[in-house]
């Protein structure tokens, strides 16, 4: 990219999670549920020494894209890492299910959830992986009637159960910034050693779980830059395309199948990776 | 966790609420709500203990300064530097004026 081009781009990364929402929905069509002033905040952080946020790191905002309701549920990354507590995994998973209540009462409505996050919230540790149980069976009820959308752009990745709720999206779109994995460099890197995971060797990290890798490895749908208005044709586009005729997750069987074939003798690469992953998609 | 409570004389209420800022590194949350004339409360949140006279000593300069609009302000922070405090305050009043 020239430097013209990056200077004229408005980087979607750069935004907060409420500037996200904001510009993802048609204009004057945003109204946030469980705002900041509602103040619902963890009741548990205090004690524990952290300052509570007043909206617990989650946006929900309600509105229109391309004239069509949706909800779009925005994780702020750099508050305690985009974790996921006990308020916050429960303001999602109600967003998910209001929207499928909404859509069985006859009013289409989609949902896009930005995945900026690290995961469970380790201090609230049971309720936050109970919260995102809750949000995985609520995207899965609402993927049956409209397209739920994951976007995984930005600096923080995409991990934890939360890469499982990115794995049972209708669509996922992620960009060269994007990280994707269910265990982060590091933990991999304690329970299985240095030498099969160096969590300091950033390209090494993309490599193997970059957005690119991840794209090319069939389990991103879309790759795009990191640029506002690239991101919302992107989710138009498929927003149009409706609910998939068969869902990523579904195809867990051949996965597996995949799986077991792997020789975990052999040092794993990039390019061993995407064969195993595009197999399993194609069979 | 440290909670310091603040009350100030102050303009007219504020036009509308406002939020500025993120519970982040270095950063801190500005919740901005009008409050009757004539007074400002401000509640502080913060993680980083022992830097009240910090926080007496800024929040003073900045209310007393001028008048600002009457406002119930909570801030919660995570060790902003004295600059970014008043950085995002400003931000806060500034984008709680009516348009």
């Keep these: 990219m020239s430097p013209q081009e990056l200077l004229k781009r408005s980087s979607f990364s750069e935004l907060d999670a409420r500037a996200r929402a904001r510009c993802l929905l048609d204009p004057e069509s945003m109204r946030e549920l469980l705002g900041a002033f509602d103040r619902i905040k963890s009741p548990w952080l205090a004690m524990q020494g952290i300052t509570p946020q007043a909206d617990d790191g989650v946006?929900?905002?309600?509105?229109?894209?391309?004239?069509?309701?949706?909800?779009?549920?925005?994780?702020?990354?750099?508050?305690?890492?985009g974790s996921i507590g006990e308020v916050g995994g429960a303001k999602i998973?109600?967003?998910?299910?209001?929207?499928?209540?909404?859509?069985?009462?006859?009013?289409?409505?989609?949902?896009?959830?930005?995945?900026?996050?690290?995961?469970?919230?380790?201090?609230?540790?049971?309720?936050?992986?109970?919260?995102i149980a809750d949000i995985h069976s609520a995207i899965v009820d609402l993927?049956?009637?409209?397209?739920?959308?994951?976007?995984?752009?930005?600096?923080?990745g995409c991990y934890g159960g939360m890469s499982i709720s990115a794995g049972l999206c209708s669509y996922l779109i992620a960009s060269r910034e994007t990280r994707l994995g269910l265990n982060g460099p590091a933990v991999i890197e304690q329970e299985a050693g240095i030498n099969?995971?160096?969590?300091?060797?950033?390209?090494?990290?993309?490599?193997?779980?970059?957005?690119?890798q991840r794209y090319l490895s069939k389990l991103v749908d879309a790759y795009v830059p990191d640029d506002s208005n690239e991101i919302l044709a992107t989710v138009?586009?498929?927003?149009?395309?409706?609910?998939?005729?068969?869902?990523?997750?579904?195809?867990?069987?051949?996965f597996l199948a995949c799986l077991a074939e792997v020789d975990a003798g052999e040092q794993a690469s990039p390019e061993a990776i995407r064969r195993i992953y595009r197999k399993g998609l194609e069979a | 966790?440290?909670?310091?409570?603040?009350?100030?004389?102050?303009?007219?209420?504020?036009?509308?609420?406002?939020?500025?800022?993120?519970?982040?590194?270095?950063?801190?949350?500005?919740?901005?709500?009008?409050?009757?004339?004539?007074?400002?409360?401000?509640?502080?949140?913060?993680?980083?203990?022992?830097?009240?006279?910090?926080?007496?000593?800024?929040?003073?300069?900045?209310?007393?300064?001028?008048?600002l609009p009457a406002a119930r302000v909570e801030i919660n922070d995570c060790g902003a530097t004295p600059g970014v405090v008043r950085m995002r305050i400003e931000q806060a009043f500034e984008e709680a004026k009516s348009q």
Aim: include cysteine; hydrophobic fraction near 40%.
């Design chain 1, 196 to 212: 099969e995971f160096d969590a300091r060797d950033k390209p090494f990290i993309w490599r193997f779980t970059g957005g690119e």
């Design chain 1, 143 to 156: 993927r049956r009637y409209q397209p739920v959308i994951g976007i995984a752009v930005g600096t923080v």
């Design chain 1, 236 to 254: 138009t586009t498929l927003l149009s395309c409706g609910v998939p005729k068969r869902h990523r997750s579904d195809s867990y069987h051949e």
């Design chain 1, 59 to 81: 946006v929900v905002a309600k509105g229109t894209i391309n004239g069509r309701p949706s909800v779009v549920i925005a994780i702020e990354g750099a508050y305690q890492g």
């Design chain 2, 1 to 67: 966790m440290e909670q310091m409570s603040y009350r100030f004389p102050a303009a007219d209420p504020a036009a509308q609420h406002a939020l500025a800022g993120i519970v982040s590194s270095g950063d801190l949350e500005v919740l901005l709500e009008p409050n009757t004339a004539g007074t400002t409360t401000i509640v502080v949140n913060t993680s980083v203990k022992g830097r009240n006279h910090i926080w007496n000593a800024l929040l003073s300069r900045i209310f007393t300064a001028n008048a």
């Design chain 1, 93 to 131: 998973a109600t967003a998910l299910n209001l929207a499928a209540r909404d859509n069985r009462r006859g009013i289409p409505t989609s949902a896009i959830v930005l995945l900026e996050t690290g995961g469970v919230r380790l201090q609230e540790a049971n309720l936050g992986l109970a919260a």
